[in-house]
Structures are given as C-alpha cells and as structure tokens.
C-alpha cells in the first residue's frame, strides 16, 4: 500500500524560500503514475491546486513553485520562493494514477495527511 507523508518546518517568514517534503512508504518514486501534484487549502478555503510534477518525474517550475523528485530519500519536493502570508494552509502531496480493470484504466488519487504551514513574521 503506497503511503504519502508530508513534512516541512511549519513557520516560516514572508520573503523566505520553503522546502516541503512528501516522503513515498510502499512504493517507488520512479514508478510511472500520471502525475505528482502539491495541494493546499488556505485557512477557511477549499482546496486548491498549486504545483506538479508529470510522472516522468521531470522537475517542474511553475512561477514561484518547483516540484522535484528526490529518488535517494524516496520522496518529492516542493520549493516556493519569495514567501507570502497568503501562502499560509495545510499542504498534501498527492499522487494521481490509472488502474486497469478488466480492460478499462480508472483514475485513482493518493493523499497524504498534510502539513500546515504558517507565513508570518
């Protein structure tokens, strides 16, 4: 059973860069699902996207968010440079996949129990 644990330092300060951790248990980091994505969920919001990774592992850039794959620690990386209070909330790794089923490919999603961080000086 593949497992996601995310981990990163909790406060952080405006204009800082913060490194996240989401740490893979039960599988490899270089099987080839659909895509890696990073979640957050600002304070009274709903989900939202923030960063990916595609599965061939590729880093990716997306403004001030890069998502990386670390294969010696099993796990993929988030970095977001230039900090901002807005980027406060509870971030989740999550995994997306397809699963065949007698022929047919069913998407599936593994999450992660998320980490809060906190922008504030």
């Known amino acids: 059973q593949v497992q996601l644990q995310e981990s990163g330092p909790g406060l952080v300060k405006p204009s800082q860069t913060l490194s996240l951790t989401c740490t893979v248990s039960?599988?490899?980091?270089?099987?080839?699902?659909?895509?890696w994505s990073w979640i957050r969920q600002p304070p009274g919001k709903q989900r939202e996207w923030v960063a990916g990774m595609p599965g061939s592992g590729v880093t990716s850039v997306t403004g001030r968010f890069t998502v990386s794959r670390d294969k010696a620690k099993n796990a993929v990386n988030l970095e977001i440079d230039s900090l901002k209070p807005e980027d406060t909330g509870v971030y989740y790794c999550?995994?997306?996949?397809?699963?065949?089923?007698?022929?047919?490919?069913?998407?599936?999603?593994?999450w992660g129990q998320g980490t809060q961080v906190t922008v504030s000086s």
């Open positions: 039960g599988d490899s980091i270089t099987t080839r699902y659909s895509a």
């Open positions: 999550n995994i997306r996949g397809l699963r065949n089923i007698r022929g047919t490919l069913i998407p599936f999603d593994i």
